[in-house]
Protein backbone atom coordinates (compact mmCIF):
# COMPACT_ATOMS: atom_id res chain seq x y z
CA UNK A 1 0.00 0.00 0.00
CA UNK A 2 2.20 2.56 -1.29
CA UNK A 3 2.03 6.26 -0.37
CA UNK A 4 1.76 9.59 -3.16
CA UNK A 5 5.55 9.11 -3.57
CA UNK A 6 5.87 5.54 -3.87
CA UNK A 7 6.98 4.94 -0.12
CA UNK A 8 5.09 2.10 1.63
CA UNK A 9 2.83 2.88 4.28
CA UNK A 10 4.17 -0.64 6.29
CA UNK A 11 6.98 -2.48 5.32
CA UNK A 12 7.97 -4.99 8.04
CA UNK A 13 10.79 -7.71 7.90
CA UNK A 14 12.49 -10.61 9.11
CA UNK A 15 16.06 -10.50 9.83
CA UNK A 16 17.62 -14.07 10.42
CA UNK A 17 21.73 -14.81 11.23
CA UNK A 18 22.57 -17.72 9.68
CA UNK A 19 23.97 -19.03 12.51
CA UNK A 20 21.73 -22.57 12.25
CA UNK A 21 18.45 -23.92 10.64
CA UNK A 22 15.37 -21.78 11.26
CA UNK A 23 14.28 -22.89 15.37
CA UNK A 24 11.12 -22.01 16.88
CA UNK A 25 12.20 -18.74 18.23
CA UNK A 26 12.89 -17.75 14.56
CA UNK A 27 10.03 -19.40 12.92
CA UNK A 28 8.03 -16.93 15.75
CA UNK A 29 9.61 -14.01 14.67
CA UNK A 30 9.09 -14.56 11.15
CA UNK A 31 5.59 -15.59 11.53
CA UNK A 32 4.84 -13.03 13.75
CA UNK A 33 6.06 -9.93 11.61
CA UNK A 34 4.77 -11.18 8.39
CA UNK A 35 1.41 -11.38 9.91
CA UNK A 36 1.53 -8.31 11.45
CA UNK A 37 2.43 -6.91 8.16
CA UNK A 38 -0.21 -8.79 6.13
CA UNK A 39 -2.78 -7.58 8.54
CA UNK A 40 -1.75 -4.19 7.96
CA UNK A 41 -1.97 -4.41 4.16
CA UNK A 42 2.21 -3.83 4.25
CA UNK A 43 5.07 -5.61 2.82
CA UNK A 44 7.48 -8.15 4.55
CA UNK A 45 10.98 -8.08 3.26
CA UNK A 46 13.73 -10.70 4.26
CA UNK A 47 17.78 -9.93 5.41
CA UNK A 48 19.96 -11.76 6.12
CA UNK A 49 22.27 -10.78 8.63
CA UNK A 50 25.68 -12.43 8.07
CA UNK A 51 27.70 -10.02 9.35
CA UNK A 52 30.08 -12.86 11.35
CA UNK A 53 31.23 -15.10 10.17
CA UNK A 54 33.10 -17.04 12.84
CA UNK A 55 29.65 -17.53 14.22
CA UNK A 56 27.94 -18.43 10.74
CA UNK A 57 27.35 -22.16 9.84
CA UNK A 58 27.78 -22.45 5.82
CA UNK A 59 24.84 -22.88 3.93
CA UNK A 60 22.60 -21.82 6.60
CA UNK A 61 21.45 -18.87 5.08
CA UNK A 62 19.88 -20.51 2.24
CA UNK A 63 18.68 -23.49 4.66
CA UNK A 64 16.44 -20.47 6.26
CA UNK A 65 15.08 -18.86 2.73
CA UNK A 66 13.83 -22.48 1.87
CA UNK A 67 12.09 -23.00 4.87
CA UNK A 68 10.44 -19.65 4.73
CA UNK A 69 9.34 -20.52 1.46
CA UNK A 70 8.24 -24.64 2.61
CA UNK A 71 6.17 -22.34 5.29
CA UNK A 72 4.80 -20.06 3.05
CA UNK A 73 6.23 -17.26 4.04
CA UNK A 74 7.28 -15.05 0.89
CA UNK A 75 9.69 -11.91 1.16
CA UNK A 76 7.57 -9.29 -0.82
CA UNK A 77 11.34 -7.35 -1.72
CA UNK A 78 14.78 -8.87 -3.02
CA UNK A 79 16.42 -10.68 -0.37
CA UNK A 80 19.70 -8.65 1.10
CA UNK A 81 22.65 -9.55 2.65
CA UNK A 82 24.45 -7.48 4.83
CA UNK A 83 27.61 -9.63 3.61
CA UNK A 84 27.53 -6.92 0.20
CA UNK A 85 26.78 -3.70 2.40
CA UNK A 86 30.33 -3.19 3.72
CA UNK A 87 30.66 -0.29 1.75
CA UNK A 88 27.41 1.32 3.07
CA UNK A 89 28.72 0.76 6.60
CA UNK A 90 31.39 2.13 5.86
CA UNK A 91 30.00 5.41 4.69
CA UNK A 92 27.84 5.49 7.26
CA UNK A 93 30.62 5.15 10.25
CA UNK A 94 32.98 7.72 8.10
CA UNK A 95 29.72 10.52 8.84
CA UNK A 96 29.69 9.82 12.35
CA UNK A 97 33.82 10.02 12.33
CA UNK A 98 33.32 13.28 10.20
CA UNK A 99 30.70 15.21 12.68
CA UNK A 100 32.31 13.73 15.74
CA UNK A 101 29.79 11.40 16.83
CA UNK A 102 32.30 8.39 16.54
CA UNK A 103 35.68 8.25 18.12
CA UNK A 104 38.24 5.54 17.90
CA UNK A 105 38.94 3.64 21.41
CA UNK A 106 41.63 0.82 22.27
CA UNK A 107 40.09 0.41 25.31
CA UNK A 108 40.25 -3.77 26.08
CA UNK A 109 37.43 -5.82 27.78
CA UNK A 110 39.53 -5.84 30.56
CA UNK A 111 40.29 -2.26 31.14
CA UNK A 112 36.60 -1.96 31.34
CA UNK A 113 36.03 -4.73 33.52
CA UNK A 114 36.67 -2.39 36.72
CA UNK A 115 33.32 -0.27 35.27
CA UNK A 116 30.96 -2.91 34.44
CA UNK A 117 32.09 -3.13 31.04
CA UNK A 118 30.42 0.14 30.45
CA UNK A 119 32.54 2.72 28.44
CA UNK A 120 32.02 6.16 29.46
CA UNK A 121 35.70 7.79 28.22
CA UNK A 122 38.44 5.97 26.88
CA UNK A 123 40.79 4.98 29.99
CA UNK A 124 43.66 3.80 27.03
CA UNK A 125 45.58 6.04 25.07
CA UNK A 126 46.20 5.34 21.25
CA UNK A 127 48.28 2.38 20.79
CA UNK A 128 50.35 2.68 17.40
CA UNK A 129 49.98 -0.11 15.16
CA UNK A 130 46.90 -1.27 16.95
CA UNK A 131 43.89 -1.08 15.02
CA UNK A 132 41.07 0.68 16.97
CA UNK A 133 37.26 -0.17 17.66
CA UNK A 134 35.29 2.92 16.63
CA UNK A 135 32.51 3.78 19.11
CA UNK A 136 29.73 6.07 18.82
CA UNK A 137 29.63 8.53 21.67
CA UNK A 138 26.56 8.27 24.24
CA UNK A 139 26.70 11.11 26.71
CA UNK A 140 24.86 10.47 30.47
CA UNK A 141 21.37 11.08 30.54
CA UNK A 142 20.85 10.02 26.84
CA UNK A 143 17.34 9.13 27.78
CA UNK A 144 15.23 7.26 24.94
CA UNK A 145 11.64 6.52 25.41
CA UNK A 146 9.39 4.66 22.84
CA UNK A 147 6.33 3.64 22.33
CA UNK A 148 6.57 -0.94 21.90
CA UNK A 149 3.87 -2.03 20.25
CA UNK A 150 3.49 -4.59 22.08
CA UNK A 151 5.55 -4.04 25.41
CA UNK A 152 4.68 -0.60 25.91
CA UNK A 153 6.29 2.14 27.13
CA UNK A 154 10.13 1.97 27.69
CA UNK A 155 12.25 4.49 28.58
CA UNK A 156 16.31 3.70 29.13
CA UNK A 157 18.92 6.02 30.29
CA UNK A 158 21.61 4.30 27.47
CA UNK A 159 24.48 6.74 28.41
CA UNK A 160 24.32 5.47 31.96
CA UNK A 161 23.20 2.13 31.15
CA UNK A 162 24.95 0.93 27.83
CA UNK A 163 27.47 3.63 27.49
CA UNK A 164 29.65 3.91 24.32
CA UNK A 165 28.61 1.69 21.58
CA UNK A 166 30.91 0.10 19.54
CA UNK A 167 29.87 0.19 15.49
CA UNK A 168 33.05 -1.29 14.71
CA UNK A 169 34.95 -3.72 16.12
CA UNK A 170 38.86 -3.66 17.06
CA UNK A 171 38.95 -6.83 14.50
CA UNK A 172 37.37 -5.17 11.72
CA UNK A 173 33.67 -6.84 11.87
CA UNK A 174 30.57 -4.47 12.03
CA UNK A 175 29.10 -3.94 15.36
CA UNK A 176 24.81 -5.42 14.79
CA UNK A 177 23.45 -2.02 15.92
CA UNK A 178 25.02 0.01 13.18
CA UNK A 179 23.87 -2.45 10.23
CA UNK A 180 20.65 -3.10 11.68
CA UNK A 181 19.97 0.69 11.71
CA UNK A 182 21.46 1.42 8.13
CA UNK A 183 19.88 -1.47 6.46
CA UNK A 184 16.29 -0.65 8.22
CA UNK A 185 16.17 2.97 6.61
CA UNK A 186 18.18 1.83 3.33
CA UNK A 187 15.24 -0.20 3.20
CA UNK A 188 12.52 2.06 3.91
CA UNK A 189 11.64 -0.87 7.02
CA UNK A 190 8.63 1.06 9.01
CA UNK A 191 7.81 -1.20 11.35
CA UNK A 192 10.10 -3.81 13.44
CA UNK A 193 8.92 -6.89 14.71
CA UNK A 194 11.72 -9.11 16.33
CA UNK A 195 12.09 -11.01 19.68
CA UNK A 196 11.79 -9.41 22.82
CA UNK A 197 15.77 -10.31 23.28
CA UNK A 198 16.49 -7.06 21.20
CA UNK A 199 14.41 -4.66 23.11
CA UNK A 200 17.25 -3.98 25.02
CA UNK A 201 18.92 -3.00 21.83
CA UNK A 202 15.97 -0.49 20.19
CA UNK A 203 16.87 2.62 22.74
CA UNK A 204 20.65 2.32 21.32
CA UNK A 205 19.61 2.04 18.02
CA UNK A 206 16.91 5.06 18.30
CA UNK A 207 20.04 7.06 19.40
CA UNK A 208 22.40 5.93 16.05
CA UNK A 209 19.19 6.75 13.87
CA UNK A 210 19.47 10.15 15.35
CA UNK A 211 22.93 10.51 14.99
CA UNK A 212 22.70 9.21 11.30
CA UNK A 213 19.64 12.06 10.82
CA UNK A 214 17.75 8.33 9.89
CA UNK A 215 13.72 8.09 10.75
CA UNK A 216 12.70 5.54 13.81
CA UNK A 217 10.48 2.70 12.55
CA UNK A 218 8.09 1.72 14.87
CA UNK A 219 8.65 -0.95 16.85
CA UNK A 220 6.91 -3.90 18.23
CA UNK A 221 8.82 -7.08 20.61
CA UNK A 222 7.18 -10.44 20.14
CA UNK A 223 7.20 -12.73 23.14
CA UNK A 224 10.15 -15.28 23.48
CA UNK A 225 10.44 -18.66 23.81
CA UNK A 226 11.09 -19.89 27.46
CA UNK A 227 11.38 -23.25 28.92
CA UNK A 228 8.84 -24.54 31.22
CA UNK A 229 10.50 -23.19 34.48
CA UNK A 230 10.51 -19.87 32.35
CA UNK A 231 14.22 -19.44 31.33
CA UNK A 232 15.53 -18.89 28.15
CA UNK A 233 15.47 -22.25 25.84
CA UNK A 234 18.90 -24.05 26.23
CA UNK A 235 20.78 -24.01 23.24
CA UNK A 236 20.17 -27.54 22.27
CA UNK A 237 16.33 -26.72 22.80
CA UNK A 238 16.53 -23.20 21.13
CA UNK A 239 18.31 -24.89 17.93
CA UNK A 240 16.18 -27.65 17.68
CA UNK A 241 14.71 -27.00 13.42
CA UNK A 242 11.71 -26.58 12.35
CA UNK A 243 10.33 -29.33 9.92
CA UNK A 244 10.36 -27.80 6.39
CA UNK A 245 8.47 -31.31 5.55
CA UNK A 246 5.90 -30.90 8.05
CA UNK A 247 5.56 -27.38 8.71
CA UNK A 248 1.86 -27.22 9.73
CA UNK A 249 2.28 -28.00 13.87
CA UNK A 250 4.74 -25.39 14.29
CA UNK A 251 2.68 -23.28 12.06
CA UNK A 252 0.15 -24.20 15.00
CA UNK A 253 2.16 -23.59 17.49
CA UNK A 254 3.45 -20.36 16.63
CA UNK A 255 -0.02 -19.05 16.36
CA UNK A 256 -1.00 -20.06 19.65
CA UNK A 257 2.07 -18.33 21.40
CA UNK A 258 1.01 -15.36 19.62
CA UNK A 259 -1.81 -15.27 22.23
CA UNK A 260 -4.65 -16.67 18.19
CA UNK A 261 -7.22 -18.96 18.70
CA UNK A 262 -5.72 -22.03 18.18
CA UNK A 263 -9.34 -23.02 16.51
CA UNK A 264 -8.43 -21.41 13.62
CA UNK A 265 -6.34 -23.83 12.35
CA UNK A 266 -6.94 -26.90 14.12
CA UNK A 267 -8.79 -28.45 10.48
CA UNK A 268 -7.09 -26.79 8.58
CA UNK A 269 -4.36 -29.36 6.67
CA UNK A 270 -2.00 -27.37 4.17
CA UNK A 271 -0.43 -24.36 4.31
CA UNK A 272 -1.72 -21.72 1.68
CA UNK A 273 -4.95 -22.75 3.76
CA UNK A 274 -3.89 -21.88 7.35
CA UNK A 275 -1.94 -18.72 6.30
CA UNK A 276 -5.58 -17.51 4.68
CA UNK A 277 -7.19 -18.59 7.69
CA UNK A 278 -4.48 -16.91 9.86
CA UNK A 279 -4.50 -13.19 7.92
CA UNK A 280 -7.97 -12.91 8.43
CA UNK A 281 -8.25 -14.18 11.45
CA UNK A 282 -5.72 -12.62 13.45
CA UNK A 283 -5.98 -10.19 16.30
CA UNK A 284 -2.69 -8.02 16.96
CA UNK A 285 -3.82 -7.10 20.46
CA UNK A 286 -4.23 -10.65 21.32
CA UNK A 287 -0.12 -10.97 21.30
CA UNK A 288 1.33 -11.30 24.90
CA UNK A 289 3.81 -9.26 26.28
CA UNK A 290 4.96 -11.62 28.27
CA UNK A 291 7.49 -15.15 27.47
CA UNK A 292 5.69 -18.21 26.42
CA UNK A 293 6.49 -21.87 28.25
CA UNK A 294 7.21 -23.84 25.28
CA UNK A 295 5.65 -26.48 27.00
CA UNK A 296 2.33 -24.18 25.96
CA UNK A 297 3.36 -23.89 22.29
CA UNK A 298 1.70 -27.30 21.89
CA UNK A 299 5.26 -28.39 19.99
CA UNK A 300 6.39 -31.87 19.96
CA UNK A 301 10.11 -31.32 20.95
CA UNK A 302 12.23 -34.07 22.78
CA UNK A 303 13.71 -33.17 25.61
ZN1 LIG B 1 37.94 3.64 24.85
Excluded at 36 to 64: F, K, M, S, Y
Excluded at 106 to 116: E, F
Aim: proline share 9%; charged share 20%.
Amino acid sequence: MPTQDGSPTYRGRFAPSPTGPLHFGSLLAAFGSWLLARHAGGEWWVRIEDLDPPREQAGAADRQLRTLEAFGLHADGPIVRQSDRDAVYRAALERLLANGDAFACWCSRSDLASLGGIHHACVAGPQPGRVPAIRLRIPRGSDVAFDDAIQGRIVQDVGAEVGDIVLRRADGLWAYQLAVVVDDAAQGITDVVRGADLLDSTPRQILLQRALGLPTPRYAHLPLVVDPEGRKLSKSLAAMPVDDANPLPALRAAWRSLGQDPRILEHIADVPGALAAARAAFAPPNIPPGSIALHNTGVAFAT
